[in-house]
């Protein structure tokens, strides 16, 4: 009998509209609307209403506890629970939630990541209530999606500059929209975030440190198989894979997640979830909490999920392509659409966003910049380092004929005036098919495909946001004068001009070839595009970059001080996870590799002699063999030792940016050359000797 998903418990752990109208009073509901949609500051009193109703309703949905749920500068989220009891002096107790805790929470900030905010300011930190983002249930818990600040208002968070991004942005394009004569009551950045990740065996997962301690293998040598004959793309789910991705539809579905699309990647072993977009914020919650569902439900079917970008070498790593666009009420400002003066306004917003991406290159690429990441990014299986749009034939041939003065001939319509900016509407229908842009129109949207699949997308929104808020900005500014005199002809013109111009200032930044190509590289560098290569390079050059600090800061959405700790938490990231993974490597090539490798050898030399004493002579193979291994030992014990000294070395710099360099010009390499001494190993050891399952078993299992 088929399993039946009603659509009833769609969201029945979510405190969502219809819950909050049923169960408010009227009038407090309309407050809280208000709240949510008009961005106007809540009352007391209302929160006080909202947490009683709240509160009723988590209890007899199974919830005892609640908490403040945010999302630190480590981009995982966090939770204190709290339970609603409160003891009578009769012995009894109740159970209460008031509006003050609801609207607000007092965490210590002093064990996060902070970035040096915590030197200037004090160490508590609060968390706000987030009422755009609906709170919901998760094992018994009522959970509050919550900004986190300091005590002086400095945001400790991820989130609190994607919200302060929305607004910006959203104000920025109704500003744009009067010009056309629109006022849309409101204006917010949709996201649709495509979540890889790969799903192994927990027994493997168990019996590797390097999955355990750094979410990725730091050895193995190449499977026998990989992904070359690309059967695993879309092909049929495994049986338990199946029964991991129905558990976890499910219970997506109840959190009012909508998850929509899943599928087998390209990788064995890899596979996708897409959900249906929605706003930027909720969007971003919804991806966070599918990500700790997934990690939860996997545990359920014996498997563990990793969402590192780069768990294995050989195959694809994981991204999370971060489908952006903005939405008029509803109607979205990228969709070309068919009529003449939407086609004019989708022109504008078009070339705001091209000339955002060509001008604010670099801080794109570094939020993006993280250890897990720098293996993916350039590594030909992934966008290249260098950031480019990729428009597609049609729209790429509209903006080369307005650039030009030319006539745009479609490929299957006939040719077009641009004067009257009419495009044609099969815009929509094309598919895009350039999977090497990193950031390409995909017919009603972009889709920024940089971001790796273990990181908090509120980082490169918050950035897209941002900086088409201020090419908007300047749009405005330029055709303010002429939209005011109201001759539509003479507006037309002038913005027709102004996208001419700007195009035209930008165009190095489109590029519709193949960005696996050697030669774009170098192409890319004539056109003066920024390629950093890793993490510290990216990060260093976008957030010393005084036009980055002073958008941000115009727009409200970082403080210079906000930035700078940005800055710090980057760096220091990264090079604490570089630190971790050369230990861990370090304590697998002495505790693991070498004992095995040496019972492999002393089994090889005892068999030797024996040869040599019952036959008069041991065979050349079990001499080479032999001799092979104990060179290889060799080898691990000093790149072991001088991994080791590196590692020591490159923690004692006290300067982040200086050792996070050290991390990626000396211990990186130092790491290379562990590896590839013992992966040699791994090519020809005894397999009941090899001391951690192998890539030929953890990527087929069943
Ligand atoms: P593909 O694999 O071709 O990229 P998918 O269907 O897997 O396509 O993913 C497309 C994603 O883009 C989905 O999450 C979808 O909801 C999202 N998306 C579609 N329209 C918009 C939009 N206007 N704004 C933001 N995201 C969108
Ligand atoms: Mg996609």
């Known amino acids: 009998m088929p399993k039946k998903v009603s659509s009833a418990s769609y969201g029945c752990l979510v405190f969502n509209d219809a819950v909050m109208q049923e169960r408010l009073p009227k009038p407090t509901y309309k407050e809280l609307s208000r709240v949510i949609h008009d961005n106007v500051p809540l009352d007391i009193d209302v929160a006080n209403e909202v947490a009683h109703a709240m509160k009723e309703w988590a ?26 009891l409160t003891p009578k002096s009769d012995g009894t107790a109740l159970l209460t939630f008031s509006g003050k805790e609801l609207v607000m929470g007092e965490p210590d900030a002093s064990s996060f990541p902070n970035g040096g905010l915590r030197a200037t300011f004090e160490a508590r930190g609060y968390t706000a209530w987030d009422p755009t983002s609906p709170a919901f249930i998760k094992d018994e818990v009522l959970c509050i999606p919550t900004a986190f600040c300091s005590f002086t208002g400095e945001a400790l968070d991820k989130k609190t500059p994607l919200l302060r991004s929305i607004v910006a942005v959203g104000e920025a394009a ?62 049929a789910i495994r049986p338990t894979v199946n029964e991991f991705m129905k558990e976890l539809d499910d219970e997506l579905w109840k959190l009012g997640v909508p998850a929509k699309t899943k599928h087998n990647e390209v990788a ?48 694809n790593g994981s991204g999370k392509h971060d489908n952006w666009s903005l939405a008029a009420d509803g109607e979205n400002l990228l969709d070309p659409g068919d009529t003449p003066e939407k086609n004019l306004r989708f022109l504008v917003v078009l070339t705001c966003v091209i000339a955002a991406v060509d001008r604010h290159q670099d801080i794109l690429r570094a939020v993006t910049a993280s250890a897990g990441n720098d293996h993916r990014l350039g590594g030909h299986e992934a966008p290249p380092a260098i950031i480019s749009i990729f428009l597609g034939d049609d729209l790429g041939g509209i903006v080369d004929a307005i650039i030009n ?18 495009l044609p509407d099969f815009l929509k229908d094309t598919t895009d098919r350039n999977r090497t842009s990193p950031f390409a129109f995909t017919g009603n949207k972009f889709e920024f495909r940089m971001c790796g699949s273990n990181q908090n997308l ?3 929104n918050k950035v897209l946001d941002t900086i088409v ?59 003066g595009l920024v390629n950093c290569k890793n993490t510290p390079e990216a990060v260093t050059r976008a957030y010393e970059n005084q036009a980055n600090v002073d958008v941000f800061a115009r727009y409200g959405v970082l403080s210079p001080t906000e930035w700078a700790s940005r800055y710090e938490v980057k760096l220091e990231q990264y090079a604490k996870l570089i630190n971790i993974e050369a230990n861990t490597m370090v304590y697998m090539a002495r505790h693991m590799y070498l004992p095995a490798l040496m019972r492999y050898s002393r089994d090889i030399m005892r068999t030797a002699l024996n040869s040599k004493e019952l036959l008069g002579e041991a065979s ?42 050290m991390c990626a010009e000396e211990v990186i390499p130092a790491m290379d050359e562990l590896r590839s001494h013992v992966d040699a190993m791994e090519q020809i050891c005894g397999h009941e000797y090899w001391p951690v399952p192998s890539y030929n078993k953890m990527l087929y299992y069943v």
């Open 59 to 84: 209890v007899e949905n199974g919830a005892t506890h609640y908490t403040h749920w945010f999302q630190p500068l480590n981009g995982i989220t966090s939770e204190k629970h709290d339970a609603f």
């Open 174 to 235: 109704k500003r744009l929209l009067a010009l056309f004569g629109q006022e849309p009551h409101m204006v917010i950045p949709t996201v649709g975030p495509e979540q890889e990740y790969f799903l192994i065996k927990e027994e493997d997962y168990a019996a590797r440190p390097d999955l355990i301690h750094c979410g990725r293998t730091l050895f193995g040598c190449e499977p026998v198989k990989g992904q070359e004959l690309e059967e695993h793309y879309f092909g």
């Open 268 to 315: 064995p072993c890899q596979h996708e979830l897409a959900p249906i977009f929605e706003k930027a914020n909720v969007a971003i919650d919804h991806n966070l909490l599918t990500m700790e569902l997934m990690k939860l439900i996997a545990s359920h079917h014996g498997l563990v999920c990793l969402q590192h970008e780069k768990p294995f070498e050989y195959i």
């Open 405 to 422: 003065d030319k006539p745009f001939r479609s490929h299957k319509r006939e040719t077009m005036d641009l004067g009257v900016p009419a």
């Open 458 to 460: 509120s980082d490169a």
């Open 469 to 527: 808020a201020e090419m908007f900005d300047e749009c405005c500014a330029a055709l303010r004068d002429v939209a005011l005199e109201g001759d539509e002809h003479a507006f037309k013109k002038a913005a027709m001009a102004w996208i001419k111009q700007t195009l035209t200032e930008h165009q190095r930044i489109i590029f519709n070839g193949d960005g696996y190509a050697f030669e774009w590289e170098a192409e890319a560098e004539r056109r």
């Open 620 to 661: 050349p193979a079990e001499i080479a063999l032999a001799k092979t291994i104990n060179e290889g030992i060799s080898a691990i014990a000093a790149a072991t030792d001088k991994l080791e000294t590196l590692n020591a070395r490159a923690r004692k710099v006290a300067n982040m940016k200086q050792r996070s360099t």
